[in-house]
């Protein structure tokens, strides 16, 4: 019913940026939240909701930035000064509304590798 597509990752030195994109296409009625997580069904690192409020952990604020496109469906993942410890695998997770029942899809994404070396 539910897809989400990946792009971005990839490797950089500390300080460096990145940024990673998750588009979801589908039955989608609504948005209720996407955001991304470190690990499949990991700790959360940011999220948005359908109406645009954001949440960060401590250890991203002012770094990372997450956006959406909600015409697209896609959010956005901007990842500044970049640090080792940021390495991961990044998934990223939806909570849809998919018909008119208000019935939800929830999901993750194929995951991005994101490699920070000192």
């Known amino acids: 019913q539910v897809q989400l597509v990946e792009s971005g990752g990839g490797s950089v030195h500390a300080g460096g940026s990145l940024r990673l994109s998750c588009a979801a296409s589908g039955s989608i009625v609504r948005i209720n939240a996407m955001g991304w997580a470190r690990q499949l069904q990991g700790k959360e690192v940011a999220s948005i909701t359908g109406d645009g409020r954001t949440n960060y952990i401590d250890s991203v604020k002012g770094r990372f930035i997450i956006s959406s496109d909600n015409a697209r469906n896609t959010v956005y993942l901007q990842m500044n000064n970049l640090k080792p410890e940021d390495t991961a695998d990044y998934y990223c997770?939806?909570?849809?509304?998919?018909?008119?029942?208000?019935?939800?899809?929830?999901?993750w994404g194929q995951g991005s590798q994101v490699t920070v070396s000192s």
């Open positions: 997770y939806a909570d849809v509304v998919i018909d008119d029942l208000g019935s939800t899809w929830y999901g």
